[in-house]
């Protein structure tokens, strides 16, 4: 799922994504607010395989991030995104040896379907400022030092325990997804990142 701070060591199914474009959200990078600290954004990536070999999916989703103030100087982010994805031929996204779960193999260009999920950690060394606005694209790097400042450091980005997500995508049977797929749902979840990474795959969006 779509590019996110963390690096390919660290997240190398669904959290390591490479930025492809950038849909305008109109609003000169700030993102729209729906609430209290939480901070929308329409954006364009693809997502690599679970073995981190290559993109599988272009991914068009509204990314949302929500901020929570500890009141220890720390922050809780929590990153929720949701869109669909269009597939590339290749390899299939749940082909690796770390699924253990049914899987196929390859997936045709073309396939379609729906993508949500959450990654959370914490923030610290920052000053949150809600006021901000992101230059470009915004990614969870981006957006944290837009917002907390380039000294801000996120739990996700290192060898910790306290990182957390899960990511789904669901793929119908139904019109341009015919002949049926082998397999139509592949789930992405863990915990912890870097040596403490625990990451889980099930499923697979594949055709044979």
Known sequence: MRRIAIPVLLLVGVLVLAAAALADPGDKGKGK???????????????????????????????TYQVHDNGNGTFRLRRVDK??????????PGNCPANKSKHGHLVRAGVTGRFGGYLEGTITGGTFNKQAT??????TDEFITAFFGAGATFSCNSNSSDCKFNFNYTASNRGANRPRLLVRHWQDRGKGAGSMLQEVFHGDIANS
Do not use: M
């Open 83 to 92: 869109g669909t994805f269009t597939t590339l031929a290749g390899p299939s």
């Open 33 to 63: 607010a729906q609430g209290k600290n939480k901070f929308s954004f329409k954006l364009v990536n693809t997502d690599n395989r679970c073995d981190g070999s290559g993109a599988w999916a272009t991914l068009n989703e509204t990314r």
């Open 134 to 139: 992101c230059a470009a694209a915004c990614f």
